[in-house]
């Protein structure tokens, strides 16, 4: 498959602050690319040398193709009018504007507002409106639904959704998990100016110790002493919650123990490690 972007071995500062350290990744024509970190990892640095808005000390970054982008914040006149915003970009890119692509953007409610009254939901889904003109071959979004309520993420995820189907490439930075592994085919996490893992949530999952937390509600409080395969953690709302890293054998465990003791098992959910848990594991590797 095609490569869209290119980074090899990108270093960039701030000063004496060494924020990029040599990365390199590629992002694959018609994939959705995360690209995530705790903040000051260098996300929104590493999105804007690619955009061009930023310069770098050293290494080399390939654009097969036109870019669009929504970035965190514009510098759009408070009084300009989202419609008027609309078609002054699109004279600039000497392009149509796609009314149903922006009607499905929930536009019409926000085209006649000036841009100091809008509220940062509204002013999210004219960036990406703005990001859309000229229908271009590569999408970045750094933080797309930030501000957003719940009916607008599940908007702008379908329209994600949909610039994948068309085979454009999508590229976003996040700190939304769940949104991440809903949308994502592939991510990369910057940690100390590093790239920490680069592959998809399953492999992710995959590569570091599994785990389980079993939240279990018995008949009457007991204390479970000695067990071999499961770690109790805490009680939340009437539940223990154990961790075990074999969930066969911490099942039957707790069970046993429960049996032994003659309280019966009201209710047992077993959760299994999400994608933020992953990424906070890397995140703190390393840390004392």
């Known amino acids: 498959m095609k490569n869209m972007i290119e980074v090899k071995s990108l270093e960039k500062r701030y000063g004496d602050n060494d924020v990029l350290k040599g990365i390199s990744f590629d992002v694959r024509q018609g994939e959705i690319f995360a690209l995530l970190g705790t903040n000051g990892a260098g996300k929104t640095t590493t999105l804007e040398c690619i955009e061009g808005i930023r310069k770098y000390q050293s290494g080399d970054i390939l654009v097969n193709g036109s870019v669009g982008v929504q970035l965190q914040s514009t510098s759009l006149p408070e009084h300009i009018k989202a419609f008027?915003?609309?078609?002054?970009?699109?004279?600039?890119?000497?392009?149509?504007?796609?009314?149903?692509?922006?009607r499905r953007l929930g536009f019409e409610e926000i085209k006649n507002k000036a841009y100091k009254d809008m509220s940062t939901g509204q002013k999210r889904r004219l960036h990406l409106a703005l990001a859309m003109v000229g229908d271009p071959d590569i999408v970045i979004l750094d933080e797309p639904t930030a501000g957003l309520d719940v009916e607008g993420r599940a908007a702008l995820h379908d329209e994600i959704r949909t610039l994948k189907q068309q085979g454009k490439t999508v590229m976003l930075a996040s700190h939304d998990m769940a949104e991440v592994e809903a949308l994502c085919d592939r991510i990369a996490i910057l940690k100390d100016g590093r790239i920490a893992f680069i592959g998809t949530a399953n492999e992710l999952t995959e590569q570091l110790h599994d785990t389980f937390k079993v939240h279990?509600?018995?008949?009457?409080?007991?204390?479970?002493?000695?067990?071999?395969?499961?770690?109790?953690?805490?009680?939340?709302q009437g539940y223990d919650v154990f961790e075990t890293s074999n969930l066969e054998e911490g099942l039957a465990e707790l069970l046993a123990a429960a049996k032994t003791q003659s309280v019966h098992v009201r209710d047992i959910n077993i959760e299994h490690a999400s994608l933020e848990q992953r990424f906070l594991d890397i995140a703190k590797e390393g840390k004392s």
Not at 84 to 102: N, P, T, V
Not at 216 to 236: C, H, M, N, P
């Open 216 to 236: 279990i509600k018995l008949s009457s409080t007991v204390l479970f002493d000695a067990l071999e395969w499961s770690t109790r953690l805490s009680s939340i």
């Open 84 to 102: 008027e915003a609309l078609k002054l970009f699109s004279k600039w890119r000497r392009s149509s504007i796609d009314m149903d692509f922006i």
